[in-house]
């Protein structure tokens, strides 16, 4: 009785898992027959996950200058001889140098908490412009009070200014962060108020492969001394392509 | 076969039964002694909303003098019993344009009667006070307010206590493209001390954890930044303001209700 109902199973449900077999055939078949078909043609592709990511351009640590401790910014805190320093809006002198490179808890690094009114700064380098497309990125290490929010600006060769939707908040200590500008969302940014620009509108995909100057800005007045509200900026690591000026 | 059939088949009405059975259980209860005492459980979630707070401040303002947009003033407060405050570069002005404004579209009106603080040169604040009572917080008080943000502004509460203390919330609103109400319980807030006459994050630097609200002189926003003037870049717009909770009397003979 057993033995008859498994055979009439087995023939009712073999159509069915005949399909089924005939179907993951299919599927399995398809990667490999579009490769060698690639192959053949010399069109193989690197799939998209394969990509490269990109290497480091420069690091940029500053360098603590006379009288020392802390005090304005100026060209003598930049330690790369490729880079330069470029300072901006209302408040741009405030920016000040802090900090010492063999202090860990208080590492060189770039402050605005004196800054009356908006601030930002950017770092250009000599020898090219720099390729942030891709999987070019950025890393550093910063120090949030308050309310404040670090954000990511660039400067395009064709002179355009904007600024990124990425952020780096409140934090009790020193932190590393990274992020991939290409992924970003960014606005135009008016450099000279360090403000959004008045068109309001966000640049989606805008052509970061002939980044001018990098840099940062929290949009945002300091609190001055104590931590109320400010950022603190560190070591700055850039990867991505440098890209020869014409 | 047969059997396994039957088997089959019970197991079905058996779970069809069982199901069918759980809300009568409860109806049983009713026909068998009317009201019985602990039949029913109390469901929490459907307890009566007469615990909410009540309105005790609003504001939607006015346009006077009738233009489009001017430096906000007192003026424009349509409440008697309202004070309208500015701080940082709030108090405004023209030639050269700075401070909180006040904007009234004409028709086809897009966007409601409100202040905005595009044209504010450096970080600017604006609170509204009851003149007769304090504004009691604490337990579900909350707040509502009709707003439009541009750019990477983030709109904040703000607070001044009874002993003269300035708080900044950590709610935010942020980018909109059209108007929205938004509404915040004050419990759910975290507070920093705020420096009013900048208006920016105070230098301790410390959360204020369970400040006391249970006498708020003051309340109004912030974004902590400055405005990037006119065109849809960066700054707030605040439309109508609402808050709900107790009213404290100032002194002895205030009204009780007096700003609603």
């Not at chain 1, 954000?151 to 952020?167: E, F, S």
């Not at chain 2, 974004?223 to 439309?239: E, I, Q, R």
Request: net charge neutral; hydrophobic share 40%; with cysteine.
């Amino acid at each position: 009785m057993n033995q008859r109902r498994s055979v009439n199973n087995a023939v009712r449900y073999l159509p069915l898992s005949l399909a089924c077999a005939g179907l993951a055939c299919a599927l399995f078949a398809q990667e490999p027959a579009q490769e060698r078909v690639a192959k053949k043609e010399g069109t193989a592709k690197k799939a998209p996950g394969k990509q490269q990511r990109a290497k480091l351009l420069f690091r940029e640590e500053w360098k603590q200058f006379p009288p020392g401790g802390e005090h304005p910014m100026t060209q003598e805190g930049v330690a790369s001889p490729n880079l330069e320093i470029k300072l901006y809006g209302p408040a741009a002198k405030d920016i000040r140098i802090f900090g010492e490179a063999t202090d860990e808890t208080n590492p060189t690094h770039l402050w605005t908490g004196l800054c009356e009114a908006t601030c930002a700064a950017a770092i250009r380098d000599k020898n090219g412009y720099i390729d942030l497309s891709g999987l070019g990125r950025v890393r550093w290490y910063v120090k949030m009070a308050g309310f404040h929010l670090l954000r990511p600006i660039v400067k395009l060769a064709d002179g355009t200014w904007l600024v990124g939707d990425h952020t780096d908040g409140l934090t009790a200590d020193w932190i590393e962060s990274e992020f991939t500008p290409s992924a970003l969302r960014w606005r135009k940014l008016d450099i000279k108020a360090v403000t959004e620009a008045p068109d309001g509108k966000w640049l989606d995909n805008p052509d970061l492969s002939k980044v001018e100057e990098f840099g940062f800005t929290d949009l945002m007045r300091g609190s001055g001394h104590g931590p109320g509200g400010w950022s603190d900026v560190g070591w700055i690591e850039v990867y991505g392509k440098s890209v020869p000026r014409e | 076969m047969a059997n396994r059939k039957f088997i089959i088949v019970a197991a079905a009405a058996f779970a069809v039964t069982l199901t069918f059975a759980q809300a009568p259980a409860g109806e049983a209860a009713k026909g068998e002694g009317g009201k019985k005492e602990g039949a029913f459980k109390v469901n929490p979630r459907a307890l009566p909303q007469n615990n909410k707070p009540a309105l005790v401040l609003s504001e939607q303002w006015q346009q006077i003098p009738a233009d489009v947009e001017h430096p906000v003033t007192q003026a424009s407060v349509t409440n008697p019993n309202l004070d309208l405050k500015l701080y940082g570069d709030g108090v405004g002005g023209t030639n050269p344009d700075h401070g909180v404004w006040i904007v009234w579209h004409e028709q086809p009106q897009t966007e409601p009667l409100h202040l905005w603080t595009g044209m504010c040169k450096s970080n600017c604040a604006a609170s509204l006070r009851d003149k007769y009572n304090f504004l009691d917080l604490r337990g579900l008080a909350y707040m509502r307010w009709d707003v439009r943000i541009a750019g990477l502004h983030l709109l904040r509460p703000i607070v001044k206590l009874a002993d003269g203390t300035w708080l900044v919330g950590d709610h935010t609103d942020g980018l909109n493209t059209d108007w929205h109400p938004s509404e915040f319980s004050f419990a759910d807030v975290r507070w920093r001390k705020l420096d009013i006459t900048k208006v920016v994050e105070a230098a301790d630097g410390k959360w204020v954890d369970n400040p006391d609200l249970s006498k708020v002189d003051e309340i109004g926003f912030t974004d902590l930044m400055a405005g990037s003037g006119h065109g849809p870049g960066g700054w707030s717009d605040v439309g109508k303001i609402e808050v709900f909770g107790k009213a404290v009397p100032r002194t002895a003979n205030a009204p009780q209700t007096s700003s609603k």
